[in-house]
Nanobody
Framework: QVQLVESGGGLVQPGGSLRLSCAAS????????MGWYRQAPGKEGEWWVA????????DYADSVKGRFTISRANAENTVYLQMSNLKPEDTAVYYC????????????WGRGTQVTVSS
């Protein structure tokens, strides 16, 4: 119904930058809020990172404010996460989500992309 595919993860040194992308495809009539969660190694559950609404209203977790920037390209159904000044504690699997309407509104998830911040 709705597929989300993340890309852009990898290994980066502390203080470095990475840009994650997530493209949505499938048979949906509309996409609303999109965003990112992350799951750190050895920790249970996913933690919300950032969201962007269909009108480009953004919101960030306190831990990433001033370092991460979320944006979207509506024509391509794609959301981005520009991550700067990365810290070792940012190491995690990053999951993209999108609220999309197929027959009813639902939340859909990508499979995740690994981000490792290490020297």
């Amino acid at each position: 119904q709705v597929q989300l595919v993340e890309s852009g993860g990898g290994l980066v040194q502390p203080g470095g930058s990475l840009r994650l992308s997530c493209a949505a495809s499938g048979r949906f009539s509309s996409i609303g809020t999109m965003g990112w969660y992350r799951q750190a190694p050895g920790k249970e559950g996913e933690w919300w990172v950032a969201s962007i609404g269909p009108g480009d209203t953004t919101d960030y977790a306190d831990s990433v404010k001033g370092r991460f920037t979320i944006s979207r390209a509506n024509a391509e159904n794609t959301v981005y996460l520009q991550m700067s000044n990365l810290k070792p504690e940012d190491t995690a699997v990053y999951y993209c989500f999108a609220v999309a309407t197929v027959r009813i509104e639902g939340r859909y998830w990508g499979r995740g992309t690994q981000v490792t911040v290490s020297s």
